[in-house]
């Protein structure tokens, strides 16, 4: 049977192991090597490495995407794509989420992984059938969780709502790092009985159990794994590539890999992790295994952002507090999966109710939201309570609330229309504002004082 790789060295491994700071300069030399390796697609999009390409790196993330296509002309190109959350934690109206679709895809991505914090799919339909009609594959997400109301006839429910959206084919997202090898081979069973559409799996390493449930879902009949190159896998990125090759190559799987060519790639990341190592770039902790994870639930992401959220406030002694709070604040939100930006709401919340000594004193805006309906239907039944305190007499919204969004791509681009340059511009202020006005302003200052300089050479001026 063939197994499917998919390297996420430009994804992942960059985003959790050196926080998405590798600037398109360290790894240009190597692109043209991870094209002829023969992987299924190369992760390389995702709002997290757009976010720090604008704020940290002074990249253009269009530009660089489209550096990359340049160099990667036979392996498809991957991104992350939050559903009607496009790359942020708040829902865009449809034209915005089509427009940001169709020009992911002109620009070069191939594959836009869509996914919901809640699993609610119709926040994945008008990215889906976007993808579609722009000759992209659409590969829906179903974001996997702990809870009482997750059981194998529910995955097989969401595989086939997938199937029937049109979803090309379907991850299995586990950002925690949680699956067991035993459910892994279970689930991955159960959906590849219920769609004919292929399977793939995502996991992380973190938890140390991520090696071993790749092989009992490959045996269960998964076509293809998320895996980073040696030299940026493990901790909070996914298992190694060559290992997992390794592995599934003694199984009897066949792969269309080549491992000569792996050996380059990962030489070259070995010199790029050492400089970022030294440099403090990546910090040697995202690297190890963290089985407290088994207990907590929480993706290493969110638990690091409520980390440095807590040492802001000289309160890093009450991590255990927050930690056990997340599990509550869960449950009172009907379960959802702790993925982005339902992660971020949660430890937030968690973190206002053991601060402030008295749980839900202090409600913030993005609860409120949630327990409005603007996020969309959450999995199981929320508190009765909370829900009360925060609407009073009101009832949630239970419709897609994208339908009550107002067109929004023409708006934005009359805002700040001396910025923009075309429309990924307009875009990128959409979804980062404050970070792209600073970026685009920049950029034209930049511009300004090259033609100032190059009128003064060539009048002679000193």
Not at 205 to 233: H, M, P, Q, R, W
Not at 242 to 268: A, C, P, Q, R
Not at 292 to 314: E, F, I
Request: negative net charge; proline residues 4%; aromatic residues 8%.
């Amino acid at each position: 049977m063939q197994i499917n790789f998919t390297e996420t060295v430009l994804g992942d491994g960059n985003q959790f192991l050196s926080a998405s700071c590798m600037p398109f300069s360290d790894f240009e030399g190597i692109l043209e090597k991870l094209d002829q390796a023969g992987y299924y697609s190369l992760e390389c999009w995702s709002g997290t490495i757009f976010d720090s390409c604008l704020r940290r790196l002074n990249e253009d993330p269009w530009e660089r995407l489209r550096k990359i296509k340049a160099r990667v002309t036979n392996t498809p190109l991957q991104m992350l794509f939050n559903g009607q959350n496009i790359l942020g934690r708040k829902q865009y109206p449809d034209d915005v989420v089509r427009k940001f679709v169709s020009k992911s895809i002109e620009n070069g991505i191939s594959i836009l992984r869509i996914f919901d914090g809640l699993n609610d799919f119709r926040n994945l339909q008008t990215a889906i059938d976007e993808t579609l009609k722009c000759g992209g594959h659409a590969q829906g997400c179903i974001c996997y969780s702990l809870s009482p109301i997750y059981n194998l006839e529910k995955y097989k429910e969401m595989g086939k709502q997938l199937e029937s959206l049109g979803a090309n084919s379907i991850c299995l997202k586990d950002t925690s790092g949680m699956i067991e090898p035993g459910t892994a081979f279970d689930l991955i069973k159960c959906l590849k009985e219920s769609v004919s559409i292929p399977v793939f799996v995502h996991t992380n390493s973190k938890t140390g159990l991520g090696t071993i449930s790749y092989i009992k879902a490959a045996e269960a009949g998964c076509d293809g794994i998320d895996t980073a190159v040696s030299a940026f896998s493990g901790g909070t990125s996914q298992p190694a590539t060559e290992t997992m090759l390794y592995s599934l190559k003694n199984l009897g799987f066949e792969s269309s890999l080549n491992t000569t060519i792996l050996k380059e790639i990962n030489d070259f990341f070995k010199q790029l992790k050492l400089q970022y190592l030294n440099s403090g770039l990546i910090d040697p902790y995202v690297m190890e295994t963290e089985t407290d994870s088994l207990a907590y639930q929480v993706p290493d992401s969110m638990l690091l952002n409520l980390l440095a959220q807590l040492k802001s406030q000289n309160a890093a002694d009450r991590l255990n507090d927050v930690l056990a709070e997340v599990l509550n604040v869960r449950k009172d939100l009907g379960y959802p999966p702790l993925v982005t930006p339902v992660s971020q709401i949660i430890g937030g919340q968690a973190s206002l109710n053991v601060l402030s000594g008295e749980r839900y004193k202090n409600i913030s805006k993005e609860v409120e939201a949630y327990l409005k309906g603007e996020f969309g239907q959450a999995p199981g039944y929320i508190d009765q309570d909370l829900q009360q305190k925060v609407l009073g007499g009101d009832t949630p919204f239970t419709g897609r609330y994208a339908d009550t969004l107002q067109p929004g791509f023409d708006t934005a681009k009359k805002e700040k229309r001396s910025l923009f340059n075309s429309q990924e511009d307009v875009l990128s202020y959409i979804v980062f504002p404050q970070a792209a006005e600073k970026f685009l302003k920049d950029r034209e200052e930049s511009k300004a004082r090259t033609v100032s300089y190059v009128i003064t050479k060539t009048s002679g001026g000193k």
